[in-house]
């Protein structure tokens, strides 16, 4: 079946510009991560939601940063006036969620974003 | 919060060795401990976990051990061939319905 799909795989933006990353999880799955990976680093969670609970926006490392999932599927992550700090590849995960016994959350490609 | 340490951060072998790599971890409340591994381009992909109730899991070439009195646990890779090259990560997280935390990143380098 079909993975996490995210969109786009590249993105260069201007310091200061708005942009929007999309993340499709596998269908069915009510779990959905955002994590950053800096270059030649590890990953960094940014939120998490689980159903229809409040998201766990701890990892958000500032109010630039913002993350929506519409109708417990698609999550779009917004970074507002990027910064060149914001470069980094953003990676998106899906887990089936709190029923049953799988822990496994499947990653996206994600999506590198540069700013120039 | 959770702190994950991870080493070495690069690791060269030749085909036919094995490779260990090794993580700590701070929180005694984790109880799930994924490895993935990362080709380049790719997002990470889960090779093997292990949860707090087991001190050992193997799966064909790939084993992991846990040692929850001193917070530590090892991924062990034998009969190491060049499409092992790749990064590995270890994670930790509580009851696995949290986010993981992730250790910084193992490149390992298999020698034909």
């Known amino acids: 079946g079909a993975g996490v799909s995210q969109s786009p795989s590249n993105k260069v933006t201007e310091k200061g510009k708005d942009v929007e990353l999309r993340c499709d999880p596998i269908?069915?799955?009510?779990?959905l991560y955002w994590y950053r990976q800096s270059l030649g680093q590890g990953l960094e969670f940014l939120i998490y939601?689980?159903?229809?609970?409040?998201?766990?926006k701890s990892g958000l490392p500032s109010d630039r940063f913002s993350a929506e999932r519409t109708g417990g599927s698609v999550s779009t992550l917004t970074i507002q006036r990027t910064q060149q700090e914001d470069s980094a590849v953003y990676l998106c995960?899906?887990?089936?969620?709190?029923?049953?016994?799988?822990?496994?959350?499947?990653f996206g490609p994600g999506t590198r974003l540069t700013v120039t | 919060g959770e702190n994950v340490e991870q080493h070495p951060s690069t690791l060269g072998v030749q085909e036919g060795d094995s490779a260990v790599i090794k993580c700590t971890y701070s929180?005694?409340?984790?109880?799930?401990f994924p490895w993935y591994k990362q080709e380049l381009g790719k997002g990470p992909q889960l090779i093997i976990d292990?949860?707090?109730?087991?001190g050992e899991k193997k799966d064909q070439r790939i084993a992991v051990t846990l040692n929850k009195t001193a917070k530590h646990f090892s991924l062990h890779i034998t009969e190491t061939q060049p499409e092992d090259s790749a990064v590995y990560f270890c994670?930790?997280?509580?009851?696995?319905?949290?986010?993981?935390?992730f250790g910084s990143g193992t490149r390992l380098q298999v020698q034909p």
């Open positions: 269908s069915g799955h009510t779990a």
């Open positions: 995960a899906s887990k089936p969620g709190l029923a049953g016994d799988t822990y496994e959350q499947y």
């Open positions: 929180d005694s409340a984790s109880n799930y």
């Open positions: 994670a930790a997280s509580d009851t696995g319905r949290r986010a993981l935390t």
């Open positions: 939601f689980q159903g229809n609970s409040a998201p766990d």
């Open positions: 292990i949860r707090s109730n087991v």
